[in-house]
């Protein structure tokens, strides 16, 4: 059971940037896919990139362009790289558990002036 522990969220402002990221307990080779959601206050868990299959990353329409998804399969690390951050980029982000795993506590970002 593949879990993750996220970090590297803050405040920061408008146009700045973040990386953030997923530090597996296991081995994130592993996993068929991968992905990092967010979810805004009093907003459902929305999907922002995936990696499926050692393809190239997928990103929401709305993150397109400013962030860059990668992984590190020897540090079992997701990474998610969050350039020109706006105010709507708000939110708690997780990475998705493997199969049976729990999902971990995310790391706030907080886009404000």
């Known amino acids: 059971q593949v879990q993750f522990v996220e970090s590297g969220g803050g405040l920061v402002q408008p146009g700045g940037s973040l990386r953030l990221s997923c530090t597996a307990s296991?081995?994130?080779?592993?996993?068929?896919?991968l992905d990092w959601y967010r979810q805004a206050p009093g907003q459902q868990r929305d999907l922002v990139a995936s990696?499926?299959?050692?393809?190239?990353?997928i990103y929401h329409h709305s993150v397109k362009g400013r962030f860059i998804m990668s992984r590190d399969n020897a540090k079992n690390t997701l990474y998610l790289q969050m350039n020109n951050l706006k105010p709507e980029d708000t939110a708690i982000y997780y990475c998705e558990p493997g199969p049976g795993g729990a999902w971990g506590q995310g790391t706030q970002v907080t886009v404000s002036a």
């Open positions: 296991e081995s994130i080779s592993v996993l068929y896919r």
């Open positions: 990696i499926i299959n050692d393809g190239s990353p």
